[in-house]
């Protein structure tokens, strides 16, 4: 798999309202999106930091994954999005094929127009990694 570059950080936060000011009173950082992500039931907030994105992630249900990892004492960073150049499908094979335990078995939109999948932090040194590349147009 060819990685590019980090894409993003996700952080999850139980509120973007409350933190929002943090980020951008304190560290001077400008929020340039909020959108639902239904299906992940969560709701994102971006930030930019030179070429690295900040993903806030609130929970829009108690199901959802980012809910859940709150409730276990999760706070800070979620996850580590890396950008592939060689498609987030074959990145997918490639990964298994390494015998890494994927999460999603095949890419699912995201966020901001992106194709994205992720790899379970079991086997991918406890960090809960996220592939993801612009979603191709018809």
Not at 2 to 26: C, M, Q, T, W
Not at 30 to 51: H, M, N, P, R
Not at 114 to 120: G, K, V
């Amino acid at each position: 798999m060819k990685i590019s570059r980090i894409d993003h950080l996700g952080i999850g936060v139980e509120s973007i309202d409350a933190v929002l000011p943090y980020f951008e009173n304190v560290l001077g950082l400008k929020c340039y999106a909020i959108e639902e992500v239904a299906d992940q039931k969560v709701k994102t907030a971006f930030l930019k930091v030179g070429e690295v994105k900040l993903e806030l992630l609130e929970p829009t249900s108690p199901e959802s994954a980012v809910a859940k990892w709150l409730e276990k004492g999760g706070k800070g960073v979620h996850h580590v999005a890396f950008a592939v150049e060689d498609g987030v499908a074959e990145a997918l094979v490639e990964a298994e094929g390494k015998e890494i335990r994927l999460i999603d078995k095949t890419p699912r939109p995201g966020a901001e127009q992106m194709s994205i999948a992720f790899l379970h932090p079991k086997s991918t040194a406890g960090v809960l990694t996220e592939l993801c590349e612009p979603q191709k147009k018809n």
